[in-house]
């Protein structure tokens, strides 16, 4: 095995579930709906975001606010927009040292590295510009597959980028969405990383608690 496929939240990166909530709520706030309703059918919406179903980020927020009864002025979108978006470059930001260093001894050592990610628009618009992209050779972002863990076509979609078979690759994630069988259904190594997260406490697979640990397959 010489790839290796990565989630990105609560594995390369903190999840950031309390700032994520502060900030919905605040994004509630800011569009006139209550913050509580908004935060609600915001988490209720995941899929459909992961998919890129509403469009982009202004145009999701719309459409969420005026399910909890709003009608947002273009002034208030954008300062909601504002918000979600410098939280995403704050989490983007926040990679261990000993994750990159991880990444780069496996960039050194001539893998081909992707990112298989549920990832909203707001977050795949902050990609280029965070500290992780130049490690990656490819990335699969479910918004812009139209896909997302554990559907099989967001995973095979990297592979196809990189010109491996599913065989061929190491994939490491916390577990959320039911990433780490989607992963081995379709013959991948699977890894499970509890650094940032315990998504997954039923997965009997391999597991090791620190990215950092992955070097021990290089």
Known sequence: MKTLLSDLFSTLIPG???ARNAVNARMGAALGVDPSAFQAAFDASSY???I???GDLPSTLRVIAERCGGTPTDEQVQEATSLRRT???RLLGA???ATTETLAAFKGAGWGIGLVSNITSETQLQWTGS?????FDVTAFSAEVGAAK????IYLSACSAL???PGDCIYVGDGSDGELPGAAALGMHVVRTTEHANSDPSWTGPSIASYSLLREFL
């Open 87 to 89: 939280l995403a470059r």
């Open 95 to 97: 990679a261990p040292k």
């Open 52 to 54: 890129g179903a509403y």
């Open 150 to 153: 554990p559907e099989p076509a």
């Open 48 to 50: 459909e975001r992961f």
């Open 131 to 135: 500290p992780l992209a130049p490690y």
């Open 163 to 165: 010109g491996v078979e």
């Open 16 to 18: 950031g579930d309390a």
